[in-house]
């Protein structure tokens, strides 16, 4: 557990201390947000119509973007290594980075989302669904990109090909946060979807640190 | 079982078994051909174009069953670290690929006359198209490498990821409102254990006429029907195994090669 912590409190200390890329993927988000208007002309029916889907979308390529940064610095400057010579569980070890990743990605993109739900047009009773399912959801984007951002370590093109491993998996989590908001904006119960939406999380918290580090030991040694 | 584990041993009885089934496949994948665009009645609502169903049916069996045995080859490898785990899931990604895009090509020129459209986002058509992005994450990842053989266990890493996709992609349509209709085969069975829904189908987004095809469809096959489907599963799933060996004889050669070059390039020069 001393490990998990240390591991822990130095990611966020990291994360804090370069948080110009933690402002680049915000700035992403909102920029990418902004676009929609332009796109599909800036009717407030259409905006609210499309902005669950929208946020949602732009929330998973935001962290997807943010990826890199969960063990491409480490390989490079060989603390992954360390890490995973050390007495901790390698499993442990990802778990720690994906809840910093989260803490410090999927967190503030909660906390953004309203002001892009208010450019959207996103109607009042759309808000807590919206934000309560990004919370049950993006721990999870964050542990299954932690599979796909290890896997490709050490990869030609990791950034892209990271895109192409982990968005079909984000593909159920984007269609139960999205429908949960859908289904309250058409006065419809979103518990079935928050169900999907925490058995999805329940899975991911066990099995994705146990692939991930099995190919993250695989990129340290290769 | 871990005797044929060998590469070398089982290509000796691959290379053995490869000529009897071509020779078993050709006349069953013949026969399927005939009893299905010929002597197999058309569809009292489909008509003709219900003969889509078999190239569509076994396309869409096979594209599942490449996934498995590339996941079952991948678990092998990771677990006994068997090298001819890797090759036989390297060699059934291709081929399962091509059967998906030849299940989605063919669903969707069925769905054309059948639903009204070529493409709906139901569960299984989704779950299916899911699976093809699978395979192609899997043959990116695998060859993404600048030594081939690194991209071995990352590969087999995600071949075992993908899986959870399988079972979804089998029972999505008994869990979810689907346009498309309930398993051809096995129907009474697993309607029996989940449950046959009602043939519910969302009609806020579909024309009536859809949703009233849609409900009339599923259930048993005649056996004048189920004969050229069978054939043509058995034909097909033959097909699979001799490109399956055909492949893996690549793969082995690749492979042979690679390590004669390695071994080359390690010679000092001129010694």
Same mark, same amino acid.
């Given at each position: 557990?001393?490990?998990?912590?240390?591991?822990?409190?130095?990611? $966020?200390?990291?994360?804090?201390?370069?948080?110009?890329?933690?402002?680049?993927?915000?700035?992403?988000?909102?920029?990418?947000?902004?676009?929609?208007?332009?796109?599909?002309?800036?009717?407030?029916?259409?905006?609210?119509?499309?902005?669950?889907?929208?946020?949602?979308?732009?929330?998973?390529?935001?962290?997807?973007?943010?990826?890199?940064?969960?063990?491409?610095?480490?390989?490079?400057?060989?603390?992954?290594?360390?890490?995973?010579?050390?007495?901790?569980?390698?499993?442990?070890?990802?778990?720690?980075?994906?809840?910093?990743?989260?803490?410090?990605?999927? $967190?503030?993109?909660?906390?953004?989302?309203?002001?892009?739900?208010?450019?959207?047009?996103?109607?009042?009773?759309?808000?807590?669904?919206?934000?309560?399912?990004?919370?049950?959801?993006?721990?999870?984007?964050?542990?299954?990109?932690?599979?796909?951002?290890?896997?490709?370590?050490?990869?030609?093109?990791?950034?892209?090909?990271?895109?192409?491993?982990?968005?079909?998996?984000?593909?159920?989590?984007?269609?139960?946060?999205?429908?949960?908001?859908?289904?309250?904006?058409?006065?419809?119960?979103?518990?079935?979807?928050?169900?999907?939406?925490?058995?999805?999380?329940?899975?991911?918290?066990?099995?994705?640190?146990?692939?991930?580090?099995?190919?993250?030991?695989?990129?340290?040694?290769? | 079982?871990?005797?044929?584990?060998?590469?070398?041993? *089982?290509?000796?009885?691959?290379?053995?078994?490869?000529?009897?089934?071509?020779?078993?496949?050709?006349?069953?994948?013949?026969?399927?051909?005939?009893?299905?665009?010929?002597?197999?009645?058309?569809?009292?609502?489909?008509?003709?174009?219900?003969?889509?169903?078999?190239?569509?049916?076994?396309?869409? *069996?096979?594209?599942?069953?490449?996934?498995?045995?590339?996941?079952?080859?991948?678990?092998?490898?990771?677990?006994?670290?068997?090298?001819?785990?890797?090759?036989?899931?390297?060699?059934?990604?291709?081929?399962?690929?091509?059967?998906?895009?030849?299940?989605?090509?063919?669903?969707?020129?069925?769905?054309?006359?059948?639903?009204?459209?070529?493409?709906?986002?139901?569960?299984?058509?989704?779950?299916?198209?899911?699976?093809?992005?699978?395979?192609?994450?899997?043959?990116?990842?695998?060859?993404?490498?600048?030594?081939?053989?690194?991209?071995?266990?990352?590969?087999?890493?995600?071949?075992?990821?993908?899986?959870?996709?399988?079972?979804?992609?089998?029972?999505?349509?008994?869990?979810?409102?689907?346009?498309?209709?309930?398993?051809?085969?096995?129907?009474?069975?697993?309607?029996?254990?989940?449950?046959?829904?009602?043939?519910?189908?969302?009609?806020?987004?579909?024309?009536?006429?859809?949703?009233?095809?849609?409900?009339?469809?599923?259930?048993?096959?005649?056996?004048?029907?189920?004969?050229?489907?069978?054939?043509?599963?058995?034909?097909?799933?033959?097909?699979?195994?001799?490109?399956?060996?055909?492949?893996?004889?690549?793969?082995?050669?690749?492979?042979?090669?690679?390590?004669?070059?390695?071994?080359?390039?390690?010679?000092?020069?001129?010694?």
């Amino acid at each position: 557990m001393m490990g998990f912590r240390a591991v822990l409190l130095r990611d $966020l200390r990291l994360a804090i201390r370069q948080s110009a890329d933690l402002a680049l993927v915000l700035g992403f988000f909102v920029i990418a947000a902004s676009l929609f208007p332009f796109g599909v002309g800036p009717s407030p029916d259409t905006l609210a119509r499309i902005a669950p889907g929208v946020i949602w979308v732009l929330a998973l390529l935001s962290v997807m973007l943010s990826l890199d940064r969960l063990f491409q610095q480490d390989l490079a400057d060989g603390s992954l290594e360390q890490m995973a010579l050390s007495p901790t569980p390698l499993s442990l070890v990802v778990l720690a980075k994906c809840l910093a990743h989260w803490l410090t990605t999927g $967190l503030p993109l909660i906390a953004i989302a309203p002001v892009i739900g208010i450019l959207l047009n996103l109607p009042a009773e759309g808000y807590a669904v919206l934000l309560a399912g990004l919370a049950l959801g993006t721990p999870s984007l964050s542990l299954i990109g932690a599979v796909g951002a290890a896997l490709s370590l050490g990869a030609r093109r990791a950034g892209l090909l990271i895109a192409l491993l982990v968005l079909p998996l984000y593909i159920p989590i984007l269609i139960f946060g999205v429908t949960a908001v859908d289904a309250v904006l058409t006065s419809v119960q979103p518990t079935a979807h928050f169900l999907y939406l925490a058995a999805i999380l329940m899975a991911a918290i066990p099995l994705a640190p146990l692939a991930a580090a099995a190919a993250v030991r695989h990129g340290v040694e290769g | 079982m871990h005797r044929f584990a060998n590469p070398g041993q *089982f290509m000796r009885v691959a290379d053995k078994v490869l000529p009897w089934i071509v020779a078993l496949c050709l006349p069953l994948i013949a026969a399927g051909l005939y009893f299905g665009l010929y002597a197999s009645p058309p569809d009292f609502q489909q008509g003709e174009t219900v003969r889509i169903m078999y190239i569509h049916v076994p396309t869409a *069996f096979l594209a599942q069953g490449a996934y498995v045995v590339m996941a079952l080859g991948s678990a092998s490898f990771l677990i006994w670290k068997h090298p001819l785990g890797d090759l036989i899931a390297r060699s059934a990604a291709p081929i399962g690929c091509v059967f998906c895009i030849i299940c989605l090509v063919t669903g969707s020129l069925w769905g054309r006359p059948t639903w009204g459209t070529y493409w709906v986002w139901d569960a299984r058509l989704t779950s299916m198209l899911i699976l093809l992005f699978l395979y192609f994450g899997y043959l990116a990842l695998a060859n993404a490498f600048d030594d081939p053989a690194r991209g071995d266990k990352p590969a087999a890493i995600l071949a075992l990821v993908g899986v959870v996709n399988i079972p979804l992609i089998k029972f999505s349509v008994y869990f979810f409102n689907t346009l498309h209709q309930k398993s051809t085969l096995a129907g009474d069975l697993f309607g029996a254990v989940f449950g046959e829904p009602e043939a519910a189908v969302q009609a806020e987004n579909l024309p009536a006429d859809l949703a009233a095809a849609a409900a009339q469809q599923g259930g048993d096959l005649p056996p004048e029907m189920l004969l050229p489907l069978m054939l043509m599963l058995a034909g097909f799933t033959l097909a699979f195994l001799a490109l399956l060996i055909l492949r893996l004889r690549g793969e082995f050669a690749s492979v042979r090669l690679r390590s004669l070059r390695a071994g080359f390039r390690a010679e000092p020069r001129g010694a």
